[in-house]
Protein backbone atom coordinates (compact mmCIF):
# COMPACT_ATOMS: atom_id res chain seq x y z
CA UNK A 1 0.00 0.00 0.00
CA UNK A 2 1.67 3.15 -0.66
CA UNK A 3 1.22 5.92 1.63
CA UNK A 4 3.41 9.37 1.12
CA UNK A 5 4.71 11.03 4.08
CA UNK A 6 6.24 14.50 3.44
CA UNK A 7 8.66 16.48 5.70
CA UNK A 8 10.83 19.81 5.73
CA UNK A 9 8.48 22.78 5.32
CA UNK A 10 9.15 25.89 7.07
CA UNK A 11 8.91 29.91 6.31
CA UNK A 12 12.06 31.14 4.85
CA UNK A 13 13.37 34.30 3.95
CA UNK A 14 13.42 35.25 0.31
CA UNK A 15 16.40 33.83 -1.42
CA UNK A 16 16.93 31.28 1.10
CA UNK A 17 16.94 27.18 0.80
CA UNK A 18 14.60 24.62 1.93
CA UNK A 19 14.71 20.74 1.93
CA UNK A 20 11.60 18.26 1.40
CA UNK A 21 11.66 14.89 1.82
CA UNK A 22 9.33 11.95 0.88
CA UNK A 23 8.82 8.71 2.21
CA UNK A 24 6.77 5.72 0.06
CA UNK A 25 5.80 3.31 2.61
CA UNK A 26 5.06 0.69 -0.28
CA UNK A 27 8.51 -1.45 -0.15
CA UNK A 28 7.40 -3.13 -3.73
CA UNK A 29 6.31 -1.38 -6.92
CA UNK A 30 7.71 0.62 -9.17
CA UNK A 31 6.65 4.33 -8.50
CA UNK A 32 7.54 7.52 -10.36
CA UNK A 33 7.85 10.16 -7.68
CA UNK A 34 7.19 13.98 -7.39
CA UNK A 35 6.36 17.54 -6.44
CA UNK A 36 3.07 19.37 -6.94
CA UNK A 37 2.42 23.01 -5.29
CA UNK A 38 -0.96 24.52 -4.75
CA UNK A 39 -1.30 28.23 -4.22
CA UNK A 40 -4.04 29.65 -2.57
CA UNK A 41 -6.75 30.11 -5.81
CA UNK A 42 -4.37 28.57 -7.68
CA UNK A 43 -4.63 24.98 -9.49
CA UNK A 44 -2.10 22.44 -8.78
CA UNK A 45 0.92 22.56 -10.47
CA UNK A 46 3.66 20.00 -11.30
CA UNK A 47 7.32 20.99 -9.64
CA UNK A 48 9.36 18.51 -10.12
CA UNK A 49 9.16 14.34 -11.02
CA UNK A 50 11.47 11.92 -11.41
CA UNK A 51 11.01 7.49 -12.92
CA UNK A 52 11.77 5.00 -10.65
CA UNK A 53 15.70 4.83 -11.94
CA UNK A 54 15.92 8.58 -11.28
CA UNK A 55 16.87 9.59 -14.76
CA UNK A 56 15.72 12.54 -16.38
CA UNK A 57 13.82 14.95 -14.24
CA UNK A 58 11.18 17.25 -15.24
CA UNK A 59 10.20 20.62 -13.89
CA UNK A 60 7.78 23.71 -14.07
CA UNK A 61 8.58 26.55 -15.76
CA UNK A 62 9.54 28.38 -12.99
CA UNK A 63 11.52 26.24 -10.67
CA UNK A 64 13.84 25.10 -13.83
CA UNK A 65 17.87 26.28 -12.14
CA UNK A 66 16.48 27.21 -8.78
CA UNK A 67 14.98 23.62 -7.67
CA UNK A 68 16.86 20.03 -7.91
CA UNK A 69 14.84 16.72 -7.49
CA UNK A 70 16.41 13.65 -6.51
CA UNK A 71 15.75 10.02 -5.13
CA UNK A 72 17.35 7.34 -2.83
CA UNK A 73 15.19 4.08 -4.02
CA UNK A 74 16.35 2.29 -0.57
CA UNK A 75 15.43 4.34 1.68
CA UNK A 76 12.23 5.07 -0.90
CA UNK A 77 12.57 8.68 -0.31
CA UNK A 78 12.52 11.80 -2.70
CA UNK A 79 13.88 14.90 -1.82
CA UNK A 80 13.76 18.55 -3.29
CA UNK A 81 16.15 21.03 -2.98
CA UNK A 82 15.08 24.20 -2.88
CA UNK A 83 17.28 27.38 -3.48
CA UNK A 84 16.67 31.04 -4.44
CA UNK A 85 13.28 30.94 -3.27
CA UNK A 86 10.76 33.56 -4.00
CA UNK A 87 7.76 34.34 -2.52
CA UNK A 88 5.88 33.18 -5.76
CA UNK A 89 6.92 29.85 -4.35
CA UNK A 90 4.86 29.78 -1.68
CA UNK A 91 2.01 27.63 -0.89
CA UNK A 92 1.50 23.95 0.08
CA UNK A 93 3.53 21.10 -1.48
CA UNK A 94 2.57 17.79 -2.04
CA UNK A 95 4.46 14.44 -2.99
CA UNK A 96 2.90 12.39 -4.93
CA UNK A 97 3.55 8.69 -6.84
CA UNK A 98 2.09 6.71 -9.98
CA UNK A 99 3.27 3.66 -11.56
CA UNK A 100 6.22 3.85 -13.81
CA UNK A 101 6.49 6.98 -15.61
CA UNK A 102 6.10 10.71 -15.11
CA UNK A 103 2.76 12.43 -15.98
CA UNK A 104 2.71 16.14 -16.13
CA UNK A 105 -0.83 16.76 -15.43
CA UNK A 106 -1.95 16.38 -11.26
CA UNK A 107 -5.17 14.44 -12.18
CA UNK A 108 -3.10 12.17 -13.94
CA UNK A 109 -0.84 10.66 -10.55
CA UNK A 110 -1.90 8.15 -8.19
CA UNK A 111 -1.10 8.58 -4.51
CA UNK A 112 -0.88 11.97 -3.00
CA UNK A 113 0.69 13.14 0.57
CA UNK A 114 -1.13 15.58 2.87
CA UNK A 115 1.03 18.33 2.23
CA UNK A 116 3.49 20.62 3.56
CA UNK A 117 3.50 24.23 3.89
CA UNK A 118 6.25 26.15 2.47
CA UNK A 119 5.89 29.87 3.21
CA UNK A 120 8.62 32.32 1.62
CA UNK A 121 8.71 36.15 2.96
CA UNK A 122 9.94 39.40 1.95
Known amino acids: QVQLAESGGGVVQAGGSLRLSCTNS???????MGWFRQAPGKERELVAAVNYVGENPTYGDSVKGRFAISRDNEKRTIYLEMSGLQIEDTGVYYCAARVLAVALAAGNWHYWGQGTQVTVTP
Open 26 to 32: ARTGSYA
